[in-house]
């Protein structure tokens, strides 16, 4: 059995250089997993649950709707695309981050004013009355049949046109992002406001006795949540090129819970590694067994039990990381 002692200088490195070690790793993914779309997915959900992991493993608020944001960035993205008839790529990216910080501001404004239980019950109920009005708004969202012909532009990158249509393009293109947004984390993170995130969720009391004002820091961290959450859900609307009326429901929401616990709340890479356990298990298992999310959720239990910290986070508990 290889002891955790041989990992340490390759962990070491990674823990000292997070992002240049996602940007290696992440260039090789999409050929070490079974098929393309496949990295996709999980570096899409894994951009979800970072967001997710800012608001909750970082600055400790339990959001049970998250699939707000997600399913705000993937409509607002796939709404300009599809109805708008916007030919720019950028501008659909732009329009469904917007609607995502808009809707992650006005979430966070009203969410804010209550704590525990009820701030994670004010989440859903938002994220449940947007799930109801995309449902009913059939002439704008598709309704139950979900928004179907997006089409995917070529990109217009510096004078050039560069077609997104094969797997592996696509993929490229959303791994620029994605390392855009995990360098953005890492700024964020290191940043004074980022160690304030990390003393409201140790102690909110005394961060207030220091003399910040709580309220204000989280419903930034809030927006910046939903920025990173939109962001994912618009690039899936473009890998899809339809928008599911799903990307809403509270399932959705749940999924990025599951993904973040399994893979490490708090963590800089738990949430990618959690996204990349839990999809490449549902895919693998799909294909033996029918009851593949009953087998998904005895192995999430058991993780629960048994590595409270998720699978990065043990690592990064036993010292294997640093």
């Known amino acids: 059995m290889i002891r955790a002692a041989a990992f340490r200088p390759i962990t070491a490195w ?5 992002v240049a070690s996602f940007v290696v790793f992440f260039a090789a993914f999409p050929f070490l997993v079974p098929y393309q779309s496949l990295a996709t997915q999980v570096l899409i959900f894994g951009l979800f649950a970072l967001g997710f992991n800012l608001l909750y493993g970082y600055t400790g608020l339990l959001s049970f709707g998250h699939a707000a944001y997600y399913g705000l960035g993937a409509y607002g993205a796939g709404i300009a695309l599809a109805k708008v008839k916007v030919t720019s790529l950028w501008l659909a990216l732009g329009m469904g981050l917007t609607a995502a910080v808009i ?20 989440t ?9 009005i995309a449902f009913h708004a059939a002439d704008l969202t598709g309704g139950d049949d979900g928004l179907r012909g997006i089409p995917l532009h070529p990109l217009g990158l510096a004078g050039w046109s560069v077609s997104l249509r094969t797997p592996l393009a696509f993929y490229f293109f959303a791994y620029a992002l994605v390392v855009l947004a995990v360098a953005a984390l890492k700024r964020i993170l290191d940043s004074p406001f980022g160690a304030v995130l990390q003393a409201i969720r140790e102690n909110s009391d005394r961060a207030v006795a220091c003399g910040y004002d709580i309220n204000r820091i989280k419903l930034l961290s809030f927006v910046f949540s939903a920025l990173f959450t939109g962001l994912a859900g618009a690039l899936d609307a473009l890998r899809l090129t339809v928008v599911p009326v799903d990307s809403l429901y509270w399932t959705t929401s749940g999924q990025v819970v599951i993904m973040t616990l399994l893979g490490g709340a708090g963590t800089f890479f738990g949430p990618f590694v959690g996204a990349a356990t839990f999809l490449i298990l549902a895919d693998r298992l799909s294909l033996v067994i029918e009851a593949w999310p009953l087998v998904i959720g005895v192995i999430f239990m058991a993780f629960v039990l048994f590595l ?5 986070g043990t690592l990064v508990a036993r010292g294997v990381e640093r």
């Not at 809707?103 to 004010?122: D, N, Q, S, T």
């Not at 409270?308 to 990065?312: F, S």
Request: proline residues 5%; aromatic residues 20%.
């Open 103 to 122: 809707g992650g501001a006005l979430v966070g404004f009203f969410c804010l004013r209550r704590r525990g239980i009820y701030f994670a019950m004010l």
């Open 308 to 312: 409270p910290r998720g699978i990065w």
């Open 124 to 132: 859903l109920a938002f994220a449940q009355m947007l799930y109801f």
């Open 14 to 18: 990674v823990s000292a250089h997070p």
